[in-house]
């Protein structure tokens, strides 16, 4: 068993990074301003000659990026997530997407949890956005142990991705000694008979408080971690709808888009069951404390378990 850590995943990304660039001559790195915020810093400073500083040029970054992957490169692109998947968002689709070419796009400061920056950066949409791109690999890791093995798959995978970034800390809840990230593999971290919830990124560690509490309380939730959005892992949603019969999905993101319409489609097409989905309800967030934010939309183990109970008793 591995120990348990606690720090923000983009720490852990900028880590991955530069483990990642000893053994691949490949890999650079191109960040908007935001070196240290995104914690690529590190990496500039291991390896200058591969870390290209763009300034506060979103855009433009992403189209370097193409040019080095057509180079036979593997650029990661990183800013905020209201940069990098909004601001170049034409960028990502036409110079990435397109020509489906080998770019990691990285957006950091994902969701509300961004706190006092206030709704302009607490970006709430970037999941949709990516998961239109066709061809997209959407990856949302919930701790510091997925977040590593994300960058690592992100790394051999051939084509364009999309790694998605936290700003709080959160503890680690994948140090088991037998774990194994598959891109569009999800995990089941809870069994149960009575419910799945299907959490996503931040909302990991809260879902598994909420499900540690509902099962003192006698209901029996699964949970599924589900670090890919796309390519969903459609086989693991029908199976958990078929045996629980009801489905919640938890994520930092509108529910517009995101993770929860991604199992609705699913669910829609292969297995009809009740769904219930968790996150922001079309609406902007505002400038505050994280936690606090978190606490007032009901991202939280209390909101996901009274949010699982509603579900449990309709």
Do not use: W
């Not at 720490?11 to 790195?29: Q, R, Y």
């Not at 560690?205 to 909420?210: D, K």
Request: with cysteine.
């Amino acid at each position: 068993m591995a120990e348990i850590v606690k720090k923000a995943t983009r720490e852990s990304f900028g880590e991955a990074l530069v483990e990642l660039g000893k053994t691949n001559p490949d890999i650079v790195v191109l960040v908007a301003d935001l070196a240290d915020a995104t914690k690529v810093e590190n990496f500039g400073k291991a390896y200058p000659h591969r870390f290209v500083e763009c300034g506060i040029a979103e855009g433009n970054m992403v189209g370097v990026a193409a040019g080095l992957a057509a180079c036979g490169k593997i650029p990661f692109a990183t800013s905020f997530a209201m940069f990098s998947a909004g601001r170049a968002f034409e960028q990502v689709r036409n110079s990435v997407g397109y020509p489906h070419l080998n770019v990691k796009i990285v957006g950091s400061h994902a969701g509300i949890s961004v706190g006092e920056d206030g709704a302009t950066h607490q970006c709430c949409e970037d999941i949709a956005l990516m998961r239109s791109i066709p061809g997209m690999v959407v990856l949302n890791p919930a701790d510091h142990y997925e977040m590593q093995a994300a960058v690592k798959a992100a790394v051999e995978h051939q084509g364009p991705v999309y790694i998605r970034l936290g700003r709080l800390a959160v503890e680690s809840c994948n140090n088991n000694d037998d774990y194994h990230f598959e891109i569009g593999k999800g995990i089941t971290l809870r069994e149960g008979s009575d419910i799945t919830v299907i959490a996503t990124g931040l909302m990991v560690g809260e879902a598994i408080q909420a499900v540690d509490t509902l099962t003192a309380e006698g209901i029996h939730a699964r949970l599924i971690d589900m670090h890919t959005i796309k390519p969903l892992d459609r086989e693991l949603v029908v199976k958990a709808a078929k045996e629980t019969g009801k489905i919640v999905t938890v994520e930092e993101h509108s529910v517009i888009g995101g993770l929860g319409e991604a199992v609705a489609a699913c669910l829609c097409e292969e297995c009809p069951v009740p769904l219930t989905r968790v996150g922001m309800q079309d609406r902007f967030g505002h400038s505050g404390p994280a936690v606090d934010l978190l606490k007032e939309f009901g991202l939280c183990a209390q909101g996901i378990a009274e949010a699982v109970k509603r579900a449990v008793n309709k």
